[in-house]
């Protein structure tokens, strides 16, 4: 009779021991999607910015703009910074090495490795630049350009913007 009693509670610790492991699997699976579901989105020139803006900090966007108000944030642990008018969102940029635009690293890379080096543009005092992907620019050094200059950072801007 005890060993009729022991390997019953055995067979009970079993089925408990595997419901446990479904209930936690289930509990992490449940997390998992609620904070990707919850992730916040990139934001894109034109949306209104809602979080902390820095009106003593400035930072310079191309024409049509000039010195905007400053904005920082991280994105999937990227660091990038930006600028706003009117409480609009009207320029992004990036220095870390690790953003990707669809899978593709451009920060320091040289100019030789771009197909479309020929259609880059200057603004005197800012720097070279020339269009890469998804309404990004890669921008070099506002020096002498070479072959072998390197991107410095990677921005967005709406130069249409009136």
Do not use: C
């Amino acid at each position: 009779m005890i060993l009729i009693i022991y390997i019953h509670t055995m067979e009970i610790r079993k089925n408990m021991n595997r419901y446990l492991q479904i209930l936690s699997l289930f509990v992490i699976t449940t997390l998992i999607l609620t904070t990707n579901s919850q992730a916040q989105s990139f934001p894109k020139i034109g949306d209104t910015w809602n979080g902390a803006i820095d009106a003593n900090n400035k930072m310079y966007m191309p024409p049509p703009y000039g010195f905007e108000n400053l904005i920082e944030f991280e994105h999937n642990g990227r660091k990038f910074s930006g600028a706003v008018k009117e409480g609009k969102i009207v320029g992004i940029l990036t220095t870390d090495t690790t953003f990707e635009i669809n899978k593709i690293r451009y920060m320091d890379r040289p100019l030789s490795a771009f197909q479309n080096k020929d259609k880059v543009k200057l603004i005197l005092g800012w720097a070279n630049y020339l269009p890469v992907e998804d309404g990004w620019y890669a921008a070099f050094s506002f020096d002498r350009l070479t072959d072998a200059s390197k991107v410095a950072f990677l921005f967005k801007v709406d130069f249409e913007a009136n």
